[in-house]
């Protein structure tokens, strides 16, 4: 089991910054795919960026690219969301998820197996 802990959200103003953290416990994340996926009430889940095990290939939604930058320390078991020059439409509860089969990072959230509780991003314009 892996269970997975956000942190960093908050409120901020258009243009702002703010960097999230997922932080896993109960086993190690180093040779799993992340990711991150967002969620507006109403709204399917939408993927956000992706990173692979080694932290040498990233994905990212276009709407998020030039912006938003993940990453990861395997030796902390964390992963993170850069997020800058934010918009009001990037308000939504962000989750981080784990995708614990297969090597290659995925877009859908039914490749993740494992998911955190989330955390509110508002950006106010």
């Known amino acids: 089991q892996v269970q997975l802990v956000e942190s960093g959200g908050g409120l901020v103003q258009a243009g702002g910054s703010l960097r999230l953290s997922c932080a896993a416990s109960?086993?190690?994340?180093?040779?799993?795919?992340m990711a991150w996926f967002r969620q507006v009430p109403g709204k399917e889940r939408e993927f956000v960026a992706a990173?692979?095990?080694?932290?040498?290939?990233?994905d990212y939604a276009d709407s998020v690219k030039g912006r938003f930058t993940i990453s990861r320390d395997n030796a902390k078991n964390t992963v993170y969301l850069q997020m800058n020059s934010l918009k009001p439409e990037d308000t939504a509860v962000y989750y981080c998820?784990?995708?614990?089969?297969?090597?290659?990072?995925?877009?859908?959230?039914?490749?993740?197996?494992?998911w955190g509780q989330g955390t509110q991003v508002t950006v106010s314009s």
């Open positions: 109960g086993r190690t994340i180093r040779m799993y795919p």
């Open positions: 998820a784990a995708k614990t089969t297969g090597w290659a990072i995925g877009r859908t959230s039914n490749e993740y197996d494992y």
């Open positions: 990173i692979h095990w080694s932290g040498g290939v990233t």
